[in-house]
C-alpha cells in the first residue's frame, strides 16, 4: 500500500469506503434503453420558443433563491395542495440526501428491497443505518413484515417508491397507509413516474402530518434539467430548507422547467405514446416462453429470463448497440432480471427483433 493510500484509509470514514461509486455506462452510439428517460425530444417549435425565453436569462447573477414563479408553475402542473410547502433540488437525489442530512447521528432508514439504490447508498454514505425489507415474491409490499421492522427498529424515514424502482409495479393503497400509521418518523413516497403511474398520494398530504411526497422532472422529459420537489407540511420544510444549499436550483434550469411546465400538452402527449408503446411491448414480450413479464406502471419494463444468463443476453444486446439495465448481479428476487426502458416504436422494435434473435441462438 503506497503512503498515498494509508493517508485516504486514515482520512476518510470506513462508511465510504466501504461503498462503491454508482456506476453509470457510456452510452454513446448505443439505442439507450437503460435509463428511463423519456425517449422523445420536444418538438422544433417549442425549441425556438426556449431559446427565446433562455435568450433573457442573466447567467453573470445568481438565480432567485426562492424559485418563486418556478415553484408556483409546479404546483399547478402537479396539482400540489395549497397547504403544502415545496423543497426544490438538482435532481431527487439532493432532496433524499437533504431529508437523510436532517436526521440525528445513528438513526435508522428503512425502505422495502429491491428499490431504488440511493436510499441506500446515501444513508449509508452518511453514516446511518439503513434497513431493507424484502418485497414478497411477487414484488408486493409486505405490509405486516414492514410494520414488524418498523416496531423493530423505529426508523427515522421510511421510503415508498410509487411506482417502484426497478420492479416497476404500484405498491396496494392498504398496505401503503399501514406503514404511514405505523411510522414514528417521516414516510416518503417517492413518485418519480407519476406520470406513468395514474395513482398518487400528493391529494393526502392534508391526511397524514408525517407523510411527504417527493416528485422529478426527469422521467417526465427534462433529464437533462436535474429538478426535483418535495411536497409536504410548512413545518418540515422549513427545516430541511436549512440545509439546502444556497443557489442549489441554477438560473437555466429554472427559466427551462418553468416553460416547460407552460407546455404540458407536450409532455402529456409523450406521456400516451409510452404508454401505448409499454402496453404493446409488454404485450410482445409476454409472447416469448423463455420470458416473464412483471406488470408496470412506470416507463420500463422488469422481465426474467426463464433459460437463458441474463448476463449473456445483456452483453449481447450491448454487443447488438442496444443497452438495458442488468439487474442479475443484485441477486436475490432480481436474479435473471433485465430492465427495459421504454423507447421510440423503432427502438422498441429493434430491441424486440434483436433479442428474439438472441434467445433463438
Known amino acids: 500500500m503506497s503512503g498515498l493510500e494509508e493517508r485516504v484509509r486514515t482520512l476518510l470514514r470506513p462508511e465510504v469506503l466501504a461503498l462503491s461509486a454508482y456506476h453509470v455506462p457510456d452510452s454513446k452510439g448505443y439505442i439507450k434503453l437503460d435509463a428511463m428517460e423519456n425517449p422523445y425530444s420536444w418538438p422544433e417549435g417549442m425549441i425556438e420558443a426556449w431559446l427565446d425565453r433562455l435568450r433573457r436569462a442573466e447567467p453573470n447573477r445568481y438565480p432567485d433563491p426562492a424559485c418563486g414563479p418556478l415553484k408556483a408553475a409546479l404546483r399547478s402542473a402537479n396539482d400540489i395542495p395549497a397547504e ?5 433540488g438538482n435532481g431527487s437525489d439532493e432532496i433524499i440526501q437533504i431529508i ?52 423493530s427498529h423505529r426508523p427515522a424515514v421510511v421510503f415508498l417508491a410509487y411506482p417502484n424502482n426497478p420492479t416497476g409495479n404500484l405498491f396496494e393503497e392498504d398496505a401503503m397507509l399501514r406503514v404511514l400509521a405505523a411510522a414514528p418518523g417521516w414516510v416518503v413516497v417517492d413518485e418519480a413516474y407519476a406520470p406513468y403511474a395514474e395513482a398518487t398520494f400528493m391529494p393526502r398530504l392534508s391526511e397524514f402530518d408525517n407523510l411527504l411526497v417527493m416528485r422529478t422532472l426527469s422521467k417526465l ?11 409536504g407540511a410548512r413545518e418540515w420544510i422549513e427545516q430541511l430548507d436549512k440545509i439546502r444549499l444556497p443557489y442549489n436550483i441554477n438560473v437555466l434550469t429554472q427559466i427551462s422547467a418553468q416553460f416547460a411546465m407552460e407546455n404540458q400538452p407536450v409532455f402529456e402527449g409523450q406521456v400516451r405514446s409510452v404508454l401505448r408503446d409499454r402496453q404493446w411491448l409488454a404485450e410482445e414480450l409476454g409472447r416469448l416462453s423463455v420470458v416473464r413479464v412483471y406488470p408496470s406502471r412506470a416507463n420500463f419494463i422488469l422481465f426474467k429470463l426463464l433459460s437463458h444468463e441474463a448476463s449473456e443476453v445483456f452483453q449481447a444486446l450491448k454487443e447488438a448497440g442496444i443497452l438495458v ?37
Open 100 to 151: 437523510l442530512m436532517a436526521l440525528p447521528p445513528g438513526s435508522t432508514v428503512l425502505a422495502p428491497e429491491p428499490t431504488f439504490v440511493m436510499y441506500r447508498q446515501i444513508s449509508l454514505s452518511l453514516g446511518l443505518r439503513f434497513v431493507g425489507v424484502p418485497l414478497r415474491e411477487d414484488f408486493s409490499l409486505d405490509a405486516r413484515a414492514m410494520e414488524a421492522a418498523i416496531i
Open 84 to 88: 403544502a410547502e415545496l423543497l426544490l
Open 221 to 231: 422529459g427534462l433529464a437533462g434539467l436535474r429538478l426535483g420537489f418535495l411536497a
Open 325 to 361: 439495465k442488468n439487474l442479475h448481479p443484485a441477486g436475490g428476487s432480481l436474479s435473471q432480471c433485465l430492465r427495459l426502458t421504454v423507447g421510440t416504436p423503432d427502438e422498441n422494435r429493434c430491441f424486440l427483433k434483436t433479442l428474439r434473435e438472441i434467445i433463438a441462438l
